[in-house]
Structures are given as structure tokens and as C-alpha cells.
């Protein structure tokens, strides 16, 4: 269980034969939060300002994916690995079906869920998601090419900052320690080796997919993103029929972090149909 010391570690589950850590909070209709791929993510890093408010209505679950934090690290990876875990851990949980709410890799893997299996979705939330086309940006390249160093960890978590003051040598050592954990940054660099093109282009959903996609889906994305472009949430706004966009000016890939409380509500809300 999550304590006060490392709150990152939650309960435990067999998804699809990936023991998976995830942190829990909540009752109500379930929800879950795919957090994205920084060096050293986990759940909790990723969502520790949005579960405890969604909580507030929702059953609310926040896995850490095979090979990031304290899931395990099969060593090999792909999204035929990640969308199985993801089905899996529904199953584990007895849920027929739960809302997702996906960041940057992590909505790409929502989107991939969606599309196979519709009937596992209830509403879907992309914030600063792939699952389009683009060409990988220098943000994302420099991000998926971290090797483990204090100074190379501040210049990940500035692209992903439009407020550089959010970037404080507390964060930036905090991030860096847990990009070094034991197995942590092995899993990490055989993820998304060159040419990272390549890792874009095997988390997109075809367009016809897309298009058939018949969830309510919420659009998030921050106007000054330097890691996924906002193109991708006009594309994902033109090509999904029941979908809706909200653009955060002054904002950057952190779009839950960095303008929490609005973020919060709008998805809150969105999830409640209001």
C-alpha cells in the first residue's frame, strides 16, 4: 500500500500476466489514468494532483505500465504489450468497463484500447496525446533519449514546463533519483531506441479507427507544447465524430500540473456528462 515514505507504491495486480503496481482512491464509476513515458515516470508522479480530486466522485485507478516504476520489466515492449496489460488490469479488477483518461503515450494507448475494444470504454480523455501521424519533435526525441544524468534530467523537465519556475532542483533531483532506480533506465532505454520515428509512428491508430470511434472523448491539450504538437489535438478533434478540444494557453506538456485545478474540473465534469 502507498505509505507517506513512497507513495508511488500502491496494491498490486496480475494484468495479463504483468505483475502491475497501481495506486487506487475513490468510489463511484471507475476511471483510469495511463500516465505518459518522461524517464522516471510513474502513476503517481504523473497523476498525483488529478487522483484525489477526481476521487472525489470516481473510483479512480492509476496503473504504472510494464516497465515503468514498480510494474515489472519483461525487457521487451511494444503496444501490443501495454494495450494487453491495460484489458488485463481491467480484467484483474473485475471491470467490464471504465473510463480512460490517457497522457502523451499513455493516450495513445487509450485511443489503441478504444478502437480494439470499444465495449471496455466508457469516455475517453487524450491530454497531450499521440496517436496520429507527426514527426517526432525535438522535445519528444530528447525526451525518449535520456540517459540518466542531473543536468540532462532538468532539460527533460524543461520541455515539458511553459513556467520554468515549476522546474526546481528539488523536482529535477527527485526525477533524476527515480530514473536511476534499480532496472529503471534499462527498461527505459530499450523502449525507444533510434530512429525514434519509428516508436511514434507504432502508436498510431489508422484514421478509419478513429472515425469509428464511438466514445464521448475529451481533448486536452497545452497551447506551447514542445513535446507533442498541438496539430495532433486538431487532428484528433477532426477525426474523432464525438469529440470536443480544450487548448490552455501559456501551458506546456504538464497540462495537469501546470494548470491543475482547471484541468481537474474540466475533466471531472466531462466525466460526470455536465
Known sequence: MATAARPEIGKSADAAG????????GDGPPVVLVHGSGPGVTAY?????????????????????????????????????????LVGFLDALGLERASLVGNSFGGGIALAVAAAHPERVDRLVLMGSVGVPFPITRGLDLVWGYEPALD??????DVFA?????????LAEVRYRASIEPGVQEAFSA???????QWVDAMVTPDDALRALP?????????????????????????IPRSQLHVFGRCGHWTQIEWAAAFNRIVADFLAGT
Open 152 to 157: 540532462r534530467m532538468r532539460e527533460v523537465l
Open 215 to 239: 466514445h464521448e472523448t475529451l481533448v486536452v491539450h497545452g497551447r506551447d507544447d514542445q513535446v507533442i504538437p498541438l496539430a495532433n489535438a486538431l487532428r484528433l478533434l477532426e477525426l
Open 18 to 25: 504483468i505483475r502491475t503496481n497501481y495506486l487506487e482512491a
Open 45 to 85: 508522479a504523473n497523476w498525483r494532483l488529478t487522483l484525489p480530486a477526481l476521487a472525489a466522485t470516481h473510483r479512480v485507478l492509476a496503473p504504472d505500465m510494464a516497465g515503468f516504476g514498480f510494474s515489472d520489466k519483461p525487457g521487451r515492449y511494444g503496444m501490443d504489450l501495454w494495450v494487453g496489460q
Open 162 to 170: 511553459f513556467d520554468r519556475g515549476l522546474v526546481t532542483d528539488e
Open 191 to 197: 523502449m525507444f531506441p533510434s530512429p525514434r520515428q
